[in-house]
């Protein structure tokens, strides 16, 4: 049945149909292995100082900086979605790297990620006696020229596990 000219056609034809979908996979995953070096490559040259010094040091990114740099469309979600990266700071998912942020007086973004370590770091130099309230932080921390309301500083507090004032409050014996 092989030897028949329109069977030799027919398999021939599969055959072709096959190493075309191959190829077609093999450039696709390799088109997506590029681009995911080339998210990663981004990230890293963004967060040099998280990646050096450590959460405090985290700076807002958006996925669509990245996307802009890299002069393409890019479905960031989908794209460093349940991938990893290997750092001194240990093995952190991509996804963690983008965070939004808050706007400074001076027009920059302030990392999620850095408000709550200052919220964390005033909070520690507080006197337990009297512990600073969610708009005394606010207000500290638009001192320091993060403008941020006081329902975003309850909101990050919380999401850092430090209590409210209330409780964080150290009666003297």
């Known amino acids: 049945i092989l030897k028949e000219p329109e069977v030799k056609k027919e398999v021939a034809k599969y055959i072709r149909n096959r190493v075309e979908s191959a190829r077609w996979l093999i450039q696709a995953i390799e088109q997506r292995r590029r681009t995911l070096i080339d998210i990663a490559q981004a990230i890293v040259d963004r967060q040099q100082d998280y990646l050096r010094d450590g959460p405090a040091h985290i700076r807002a990114l958006t996925m669509q900086e990245i996307a802009d740099v890299l ?103």
């Not at 370590?117 to 638009?142: F, G, M, V």
């Open 71 to 173: 002069v393409f469309n890019l479905d960031g979600s989908r794209s460093s979605n349940g991938k990893y990266m290997q750092t001194s700071n240990g093995v952190i998912e991509l996804r963690r790297l983008f965070t939004g942020g808050i706007a400074r007086e001076d027009g920059g973004l302030e990392s999620r990620e850095s408000i709550c370590e200052a919220i964390r770091d005033i909070i520690d130099a507080e006197d337990n006696n009297y512990p600073l309230s969610d708009t005394q932080l606010a207000k500290r921390l638009t001192s320091k020229g993060i403008k941020i309301a006081r329902r975003t500083v309850t909101k990050y507090r919380e999401r850092t596990g430090i209590p409210q004032a209330k409780l964080r409050k150290r009666y003297p014996v």
